[in-house]
């Protein structure tokens, strides 16, 4: 898989640019209008690349000032063309995409003329009303009529959005009302019989997961589990280390503190004194957001580390704590904060007193039910769009990159 291609990479200008190889497979592109909208992009190419392995998501932008860090290998990155015919047509000629999938609107006539003519089928995601003029000059009104009418399906963010499409003219069996396209996840899966069993032995023990968990915020978690138990002392700590061969240390610093625990990975099973549990496997968070209804959320204490995925416990019905380091997920944080599915905790007083409030049942079950309630709204959406991603697909031929 070649290099993301960075924002204005390549030498020369418009069609006489030096531009990476078309990778094989199948490609899609996305334009994000909205930087805001670019991880939700990335997460449809995550889930479009989970069913069809090898595909790439070509990701393009309309303000060459914001690039985006931490993309994965699928997702290439290239500067949009030029309006210029003969830039547009170069473009295409490269890519070769097999579907397009423009996002927002203010829509570029050129371009999308161009790509239809190269046989590129098209469809519009999140529709915003702001996205298309309300104008009332005839030629402007015709210029997007005929844009918005070489898509095969339009996906309104709303009501209001729908309508504004219907006005300037598409097609009203191609327009989908949906709502916005953003960030979701998928429930993460787990062996029904294993968390059955531990549901039933620890159903008279309150429970809190940290998750993912940097090797130099162990002391912070420990301390705040420490300060947890002295107000709740039935209170269990579920630990999960970034990497599993990170327990080592983990077991360490329990000793040190004197605290109770077992290990998951050698067979150790949670009974009424244990304090802490150990879960130093893979492919197990789904039973572990399960099990806890308030998750911290981990590499997020200390600088460095970026975050971790909030969808995943949202997902799942648990209650999100979580540091001020997150750069990687900002966006998603923010929105779940502002949706009162997630709190900011600073260091071990802060996240202790966050899991004792928490540890009221009504108070996690409210903003648990919020955080399911934006994750869940992201993934309908993706799921929509991502179905018709693929019935394109299908009936594309299998004709990629040249040899």
Known sequence: MPTATRLGAGAGTGADRTLPPRPPGPLIWAHAADPDRIPALVQLAARAESVRPGLTMLLTLSDASVVPDNLPDYVLLDRMPDEVAADCRAFFDHWRPDVGVWHTGHLRPVLLTSARQAGIPLILVDA?????????????????????????????????AGRRLARIGAMPDKIHVTGPLQEGCAALPCNEDT??????????????????????????????????????????????????????????AL??????????????????VTQVLIAD?????????????????????????GGRDPYEPAALGSAILYGPNVGRHVQAYTR??????????????????????????????????????????????????????????????KTHARP
């Open 336 to 397: 779940f904060a502002r949706a009162g599915a997630a709190r900011v905790v600073r260091d071990a007083s802060t996240l202790a007193s966050a899991v004792l409030r928490l540890n009221a049942p009504d108070q996690a079950a409210a903003m648990a039910q919020a955080a399911w309630e934006v994750a869940t709204l992201g993934a309908e959406v993706t799921d929509e769009v991502l179905e018709t991603i693929e019935e394109i697909l299908d009936r594309r031929p």
């Open 195 to 252: 968390r059955s069993d531990l549901a039933e032995d620890l159903a008279t023990r309150p429970i809190w997961l940290a998750a993912m968990v940097q090797p130099d915020e162990f002391p912070i978690i420990i301390e705040a589990h420490r300060q947890a138990i002295r107000a709740a002392h039935r209170l269990m700590l579920i630990l999960v280390p970034r990497k599993p061969e990170d327990g080592e240390a983990m077991i360490a």
């Open 128 to 160: 915003t009303e702001a996205g298309f003029s309300d104008s009332r000059m005839p030629w402007h009104r015709r210029s997007e009529r005929t844009a918005l009418n070489g898509f095969e399906a339009l996906f309104a963010n709303s009501a209001n």
């Open 255 to 272: 000793t040190d503190q004197g605290l109770r625990y077992v290990r998951w990975s050698d067979g150790g099973h949670p009974n009424e």
């Open 281 to 305: 496997t893979y492919g197990e968070m789904g039973l572990w957001y399960r099990l806890a209804p308030v998750t911290f959320m981990g590499s997020s204490l200390t600088a460095g580390h």
